[in-house]
């Protein structure tokens, strides 16, 4: 009887210890749990605590280029001056699409007119400036010579409205004031008071100096083209920059003497004043467009044969040079960036001939920045003149014994490369 009890106690004493050790592997279990779960809340906490990824910083612009211009919003720009007004901006509306924008482009301008001359026409709401604006590619004159400054302010409501001084004038300080005022805040403060828009822009336009000072005016008061372009930019420091009226200024003067320091020297004007009809217009448009803050760097084409006074079209060689001479103009307005001398040279084509049923079919590669392709054959004879997209001609009365070479076209600016002379097939 006493080994039976004995052996009872022994049983029961096995089985606590085996539920006793049951509840500790229990317990090991839910500590393990518990820890794993802290180390998962620890590694969630690091996840959250990693840095955002830095947002881009918002183009805040500067005083020599507006923030940059919304691509999907119409920009309404207005520009106020004489002759050199008309130059800058004649292919406006070509630049700033080219570059992905959506513009309204007008032109107030009465040749010769100083700023004296604008604030006494506007002040007496004299009819005397004529009105073009371009909306769709073309220039529409609203009124030839008989437009009231007000009445242009107020017909839209602007975005940019842009200032200049006469060319006779715009080196000279003493023309920009009175004895009483700027003519500067006259005219930005009569520009904004008939401006619907009470956020618009006023901008100056510091204009280029002449590469020829032979009138008697300039030999005055000018010893040449560097010394009127230094009074220039002094002028517009202290006439324009420090006394605050205007929001902006564009440096086109500085990005047309830049220009001159490149391969095409002093090739930007067409009467020692005004810009040429094509390239000078072209780089000047291009300077104010980037002031207005549009991005250039969509801009891939040169075509001027929109205007009436130019039917050429330029190499898009010349695009990385405009570019830099605008960005350089926009780090340093008032003083000159040597650009490089050696002008861009074009790719020779590489020409193909094959025999077809209907003749010699050529074929070439096609050359970066050519206006256009001329086919001719061993005789010196112009087979064909073709434009820049067309890479194929076939002639038809060609054989074997025929001679062909494929000439790339440059511009006034850049000379042509030609092909090897290959013979027909056949």
Same mark, same amino acid.
Request: hydrophobic fraction near 35%.
């Given at each position: 009887? =006493?080994?039976?009890?004995?052996?009872?106690?022994?049983?029961?004493?096995?089985?606590?210890?085996?539920?006793?050790?049951?509840? /500790?592997?229990?317990?090991?279990?839910?500590?393990?749990?518990?820890?794993?779960?802290?180390?998962?809340?620890? $590694?969630?906490?690091?996840?959250?605590?990693?840095?955002?990824?830095?947002?881009? +910083?918002?183009?805040?612009?500067?005083? @020599?280029?507006?923030?940059?211009?919304?691509?999907?919003?119409?920009?309404?720009?207005?520009?106020?001056?004489?002759?050199?007004?008309?130059?800058?901006?004649?292919?406006?509306?070509?630049?700033?699409?080219?570059?992905?924008?959506?513009?309204?482009?007008?032109?107030?301008?009465?040749?010769?007119?100083?700023?004296?001359?604008?604030?006494?026409?506007?002040?007496?709401?004299?009819?005397?400036?004529?009105?073009?604006?371009?909306?769709?590619?073309?220039?529409?004159?609203?009124?030839?010579?008989?437009?009231?400054?007000?009445?242009?302010?107020?017909?839209?409501?602007?975005?940019?409205?842009?200032?200049?001084?006469?060319?006779?004038?715009?080196?000279?300080?003493?023309?920009?004031?009175?004895?009483?005022?700027?003519? %500067?805040?006259?005219?930005?403060?009569?520009?904004? $008071?008939?401006?619907?828009?009470?956020?618009?822009?006023?901008?100056?336009?510091? #204009?280029?100096?002449?590469?020829?000072?032979?009138?008697? @005016?300039?030999?005055?008061?000018?010893?040449?083209?560097?010394?009127?372009?230094? =009074?220039?930019?002094?002028?517009?420091? #202290?006439?324009?920059?420090?006394?605050?009226?205007?929001?902006?200024?564009?440096?086109?003067?500085?990005?047309?003497?830049?220009?001159?320091?490149?391969?095409?020297?002093? #090739?930007?004007?067409?009467?020692?004043?005004?810009?040429?009809?094509?390239?000078?217009?072209?780089?000047?448009?291009?300077?104010?467009?980037?002031?207005?803050?549009?991005?250039?760097?969509?801009?891939?084409?040169?075509?001027?044969?929109?205007?009436? =006074?130019?039917?050429?079209?330029?190499?898009?060689?010349?695009?990385?040079?405009?570019?830099?001479?605008?960005?350089?103009?926009?780090?340093?307005?008032?003083?000159?960036?040597?650009?490089?001398?050696?002008?861009?040279?074009?790719?020779?084509?590489?020409?193909?001939?094959?025999?077809?049923?209907?003749?010699?079919?050529?074929?070439?590669?096609?050359?970066?920045?050519?206006?256009?392709?001329? %086919?001719?054959?061993?005789?010196? +004879?112009?087979?064909?003149?073709?434009? $820049?997209?067309?890479?194929?001609?076939?002639? +038809?009365?060609? #054989?074997?014994?025929?001679?062909?070479?494929?000439?790339?076209?440059?511009?006034?600016?850049?000379? /042509?490369?030609?092909?090897?002379?290959?013979?027909?097939?056949?």
């Amino acid at each position: 009887m =006493k080994r039976t009890l004995s052996l009872l106690l022994l049983l029961a004493l096995l089985l606590t210890g085996c539920a006793g050790g049951q509840a /500790d592997s229990s317990a090991s279990t839910d500590s393990s749990s518990e820890s794993s779960a802290q180390s998962a809340a620890f $590694a969630d906490d690091s996840s959250a605590a990693e840095e955002p990824e830095p947002e881009e +910083e918002p183009d805040e612009g500067s005083l @020599y280029r507006l923030s940059a211009a919304d691509p999907d919003t119409l920009l309404k720009i207005l520009v106020v001056g004489n002759s050199f007004s008309v130059d800058s901006s004649e292919f406006l509306y070509e630049v700033a699409t080219d570059a992905g924008y959506q513009v309204l482009i007008a032109n107030l301008n009465r040749s010769s007119t100083t700023l004296a001359d604008h604030w006494r026409y506007a002040r007496n709401s004299d009819a005397v400036y004529t009105y073009r604006k371009n909306s769709a590619g073309s220039w529409d004159i609203v009124a030839d010579k008989s437009a009231i400054m007000a009445q242009a302010l107020e017909d839209e409501d602007w975005d940019i409205i842009l200032f200049q001084q006469q060319s006779y004038m715009a080196g000279v300080a003493s023309s920009y004031h009175n004895d009483e005022t700027s003519y %500067v805040t006259l005219l930005a403060d009569f520009a904004r $008071a008939h401006c619907s828009n009470g956020a618009v822009k006023i901008g100056w336009q510091m #204009t280029w100096s002449l590469r020829e000072c032979t009138e008697r @005016y300039y030999v005055k008061r000018f010893t040449g083209e560097l010394d009127l372009y230094e =009074k220039i930019c002094a002028a517009v420091q #202290t006439q324009v920059e420090d006394i605050g009226t205007a929001d902006f200024i564009i440096a086109t003067g500085t990005a047309i003497q830049n220009a001159r320091t490149s391969y095409l020297g002093d #090739t930007l004007d067409r009467d020692g004043k005004h810009l040429s009809y094509d390239l000078g217009r072209y780089l000047a448009a291009m300077s104010v467009a980037s002031g207005c803050g549009m991005d250039l760097s969509g801009v891939d084409q040169l075509d001027t044969s929109v205007s009436s =006074k130019s039917r050429t079209t330029l190499s898009t060689l010349h695009l990385p040079l405009l570019r830099q001479c605008v960005a350089d103009s926009e780090q340093t307005p008032y003083a000159i960036t040597q650009q490089g001398e050696t002008a861009p040279a074009l790719e020779q084509p590489t020409l193909t001939v094959q025999a077809e049923e209907n003749g010699q079919a050529l074929t070439w590669t096609p050359a970066e920045g050519a206006t256009g392709y001329e %086919v001719t054959d061993g005789s010196g +004879e112009t087979l064909a003149a073709l434009d $820049a997209e067309t890479t194929a001609y076939t002639d +038809e009365a060609g #054989t074997g014994r025929t001679k062909y070479q494929v000439v790339a076209l440059g511009d006034d600016y850049l000379d /042509d490369a030609s092909s090897l002379w290959v013979y027909g097939e056949g």
